[in-house]
Nanobody
Framework: VQLQASGGGLVQAGGSLRLSCVAS????????MGWYRQAPGKQRELVAA???????KYADFVKGRFTISRDNAKNTVYLQMNNLKPEDTAVYYC?????????????WGQGTQVTVSS
């Protein structure tokens, strides 16, 4: 199983980035997909998740700014991040799991760094 994340980078506050994660070796449609993040010195936290049916879950700190979506034909999940803030700076990880809404992660991808400058 491989989850390949991309799209991170350096952006100014107020800017946007779109993260992508391509899954292989897993039945993509059977899994809820999501994004976590971990800032230095902090615990990893759920950012957003989306079920195969398109039901979404967001952390309060990103509601109205981030949008998660998935393309089952491409085995890919996206995270559109708008109005980024310096406190969004973190390593973002793609995750997959049949019970991801309960934060039970079966698979992790490698992280992609997002840095937001003030």
């Amino acid at each position: 199983v491989q989850l390949q994340a991309s799209g991170g980078g350096l952006v100014q506050a107020g800017g946007s980035l779109r993260l992508s994660c391509v899954a292989s070796g897993v039945i993509f449609s059977a899994n809820t997909m999501g994004w976590y993040r971990q800032a230095p010195g902090k615990q990893r936290e759920l950012v957003a998740a989306v079920t195969n049916a398109g039901t979404t879950k967001y952390a309060d700190f990103v509601k109205g700014r981030f949008t998660i979506s998935r393309d089952n034909a491409k085995n890919t999940v996206y995270l559109q991040m708008n109005n980024l803030k310096p406190e969004d700076t973190a390593v973002y990880y793609c995750a997959a799991g049949r019970r991801l809404f309960s934060e039970m992660v079966d698979y992790w991808g490698q992280g992609t760094q997002v840095t937001v400058s003030s």
